[in-house]
């Protein structure tokens, strides 16, 4: 996996002071940035990885990394992403 296509792809998510809320934009902004990703990097995701990027990101952007909250936020995009990109990969293809 590519950390480098991967941090490109989630960037314009990450880089939103809430990016870590239910709001719709933000869910919108989270559902391109996988899609980008899927694209960029291929399937399926890892979300393990995601997590690493998504905390680089947020430190690059928002400073520490700070609450549980944001912790657990992390952890649900990271899954969800990875969720996401199988989806995609068991989907894609062949009809």
């Given at each position: 996996?590519?950390?480098?296509?991967?941090?490109?792809?989630?960037?314009?998510?990450?880089?939103?002071?809430?990016?870590?809320?239910?709001?719709?934009?933000?869910?919108q902004?989270?559902?391109?940035?996988?899609?980008?990703?899927c694209?960029?990097?291929?399937?399926?995701?890892?979300?393990?990885?995601?997590?690493?990027?998504?905390?680089?990101?947020?430190?690059?952007?928002?400073?520490?990394?700070?609450g549980?909250?944001?912790?657990?936020?992390?952890?649900?995009?990271?899954?969800?992403?990875?969720?996401?990109?199988?989806?995609?990969?068991?989907?894609?293809?062949?009809s």
């Amino acid at each position: 996996m590519s950390k480098d296509a991967l941090l490109k792809a989630l960037d314009p998510w990450m880089k939103v002071q809430t990016w870590h809320t239910a709001h719709p934009l933000d869910e919108q902004r989270f559902h391109r940035a996988v899609a980008i990703a899927c694209k960029t990097v291929g399937t399926p995701l890892d979300a393990y990885d995601i997590e690493n990027a998504i905390m680089h990101l947020a430190e690059k952007h928002h400073g520490a990394f700070e609450g549980h909250h944001l912790y657990d936020a992390m952890d649900h995009y990271a899954q969800e992403a990875e969720n996401l990109s199988m989806y995609v990969k068991n989907t894609q293809g062949e009809s």
